[in-house]
């Protein structure tokens, strides 16, 4: 597949790249995570440990607070993806590229591969957002349609009232369909193919699913029983799995964003230079809340992140408003959402939207 961004006369990244570059300059800051990072990283990393060790031995096995105690892990999970892992995966989280390897390794205990991640997510997500084909984020196919072109049956129909318990499987798909897909076909995408595993890769490809069911499953199984440590797992699976979903969902589909698909010759020519792409196929949300901002690591500053991912996500509302005013003044639109629940509505219609008959 060929993709191509136009070019135009006016090279707006640079301008932006200007603006952000003097913010950084005159402030004598570092583009990297600074202590607050590291306060949150010990913060999120102790909150996992301290209710591991409850939910097996402080609280009684199948009691409502063992329950919650689960289901609380598995939003742990995803809080330390967006918080830790993904700034490390983007080389942001520290100057060190040893520490950022550290913390994009992260997902490997949560039981994900980082190199397939980086690959995914990194490369293509973040350089093709929305492409069909390529953006493997934006395939959910046949379960879910996210945009015109893709093939449309009737299920869809009721597919903004099903989407929210499919969102709740995307860590099981993830972790234990998606990963062994690429493993086995070697590609990450339709059209993307895999780097070439070394030795050491396969090593820790398995290493990696074994350890993360020895700890999260087998430790568990010894003292409570199987029953109740793969029940327990699945409540924290679910839980994980519907907070990252329904994240992405907000900062890439909703009303407003765009989706390029080939043509017959299996190219792809997108109307504008990327940067501009960047802004029409990511979504802003809640982004004056210090809470929302603190929980997911900046995601809901998604414009900042996809025109500057290798920025930690520490600095993005001060970069929000530098790249706003930007916008503004060279007729750029962007969409942004007030807060979550505005962004949750859009993705709804959107969905109802695509479940509508072509």
Same mark, same amino acid.
């Given at each position: ?18 603006? +952000? ?98 690959? !995914? ?24 349609? %996210?945009?015109? =072109? ?30 062994? !897909? ?7 995408? =339709? ?21 993360? +069911? ?12 199987? !029953? ?25 589909? +909703? ?72 916008? =503004? ?24 939207? %695509?479940?509508?008959?072509?």
């Amino acid at each position: 597949m060929n993709i191509r961004f136009e070019k135009s006369n006016q090279n707006f990244l640079s301008i932006l790249r200007k603006q +952000v570059n003097s913010y950084f300059e005159e402030n004598q800051i570092s583009t990297y995570g600074n202590s607050e990072l590291f306060l949150k990283s010990v913060i999120l990393f102790g909150l996992l440990g301290v209710n591991y060790f409850v939910q097996i031995f402080a609280v009684t096995s199948g009691s409502l607070a063992w329950f919650a105690c689960y289901f609380f892990q598995g939003i742990i999970f995803a809080l330390i993806g967006f918080n830790v892992m993904h700034d490390g995966s983007h080389s942001s989280y520290s100057s060190n590229k040893v520490v950022n390897r550290i913390m994009a390794y992260s997902l490997n205990f949560l039981g994900g591969i980082s190199q397939f991640w980086h690959q !995914k997510h990194v490369i293509n997500h973040h350089t093709y957002t929305n492409i069909e084909g390529v953006d493997d984020d934006i395939d959910l196919k046949p379960f879910l349609r %996210m945009h015109d =072109d893709q093939l449309y049956i009737p299920i869809h129909k009721f597919q903004a009232y099903y989407a929210f318990f499919l969102y709740s499987l995307t860590y099981v798909f993830w972790i234990y369909y998606r990963d062994f !897909k690429k493993y086995f076909t070697r590609k990450i995408a =339709d059209h993307t193919p895999m780097d070439e595993l070394t030795v050491r890769d396969h090593f820790v490809f398995w290493i990696t699913k074994i350890v993360h +069911v020895s700890i999260f499953i087998g430790i568990p199984a010894f003292f409570m029983g199987p !029953k109740l440590a793969i029940l327990g797992y699945l409540i924290l699976c679910l839980s994980c799995g519907f907070t990252l979903a329904i994240i992405f969902q907000l900062a890439h589909i +909703v009303e407003g964003t765009s989706f390029s698909t080939k043509d017959e010759n299996e190219n792809v020519l997108i109307g504008t230079e990327w940067s501009v792409h960047q802004i029409n196929t990511t979504v802003n949300f809640g982004t004056e809340s210090k809470v929302l901002t603190w929980l997911l690591g900046g995601l809901n500053f998604q414009m900042v992140h996809h025109l500057f991912p290798k920025i930690s996500h520490v600095h993005y509302p001060a970069l929000h408003k530098i790249i706003c005013e930007t916008c =503004d003044e060279y007729n750029v639109k962007y969409v942004e959402y007030k807060n979550f629940w505005s962004a949750v509505g859009s993705h709804l219609r959107h969905l109802n939207q %695509m479940g509508k008959a072509v």
